[in-house]
């Protein structure tokens, strides 16, 4: 399947424990509540949303950049609850072969095992359903945790790039790939 006809409908994945879907109005409060915490933002590099309503002008904004086949942002849900706990963004595709992937979490959820399970299922779906090539990360090198995270999915560290602009900030950020042919 090629990576535009890959990309008609939104993709719902479901995990053991997950199920990773299109964010809607309706989850706006929910990643309100816990996007607004500054230690789930503190390595995003932007500022937390200012209210509710922003949010939901954030949705729109990820479903239509969905539909241009610039992103995809997958709502990450607890099975059994519905509510949003965190998000997964594949995005940055660069001629179909390449993509960049950022995710955040709810504090309460951390060291759950949640990022890993929905890594787990997001990374072969682009390398097997939209053929990508490569998927890469970008992560600030205080961010313990995410490189933890990067290379238990076995991505690999490429190096340092300095000053980089990272959302609002220009900071030193590591780069972190992972090839199809890597992919276990």
């Not at 230690?39 to 200012?50: A, I, L, Q, R, S």
């Not at 490189?147 to 690999?156: P, T, V």
């Not at 190096?159 to 030193?172: H, K, P, Q, V």
Request: with cysteine; aromatic share 14%.
């Amino acid at each position: 399947m090629s990576f535009n006809e890959s990309f008609q409908e939104f993709p719902i994945i479901e995990t053991e424990r997950l199920i990773l879907r299109e964010l809607q109005s309706e989850d706006a409060e929910d990643y309100f509540n816990y996007f607004s915490n500054k230690e789930v933002t503190m390595f995003w590099g932007y500022d937390c949303p200012k209210d509710v309503k922003t949010v939901a002008s954030t949705f729109v904004r990820f479903s239509n950049a969905f539909k241009r086949k610039e992103m995809i942002v997958w709502g990450i849900s607890e099975k059994g609850t519905d509510k949003i706990i965190g998000t997964c963004i594949l995005g940055n595709f660069v001629r179909g072969s390449m993509a960049n992937i950022s995710y955040n979490l709810s504090r309460e959820q951390w060291k759950r095992g949640f990022m890993l399970e929905a890594l787990g299922a997001i990374i072969p779906f682009g390398f097997n359903n939209l053929g990508l090539h490569r998927i890469q990360a970008m992560v600030m090198p205080e961010n313990n945790a995410s490189i933890s995270l990067l290379e238990k999915c076995n991505f690999k560290n490429e190096g340092l790039l300095r000053a980089y602009s990272f959302g609002t900030l220009f900071t030193d950020t590591l780069i972190y790939s992972l090839l199809a042919e890597e992919l276990n």
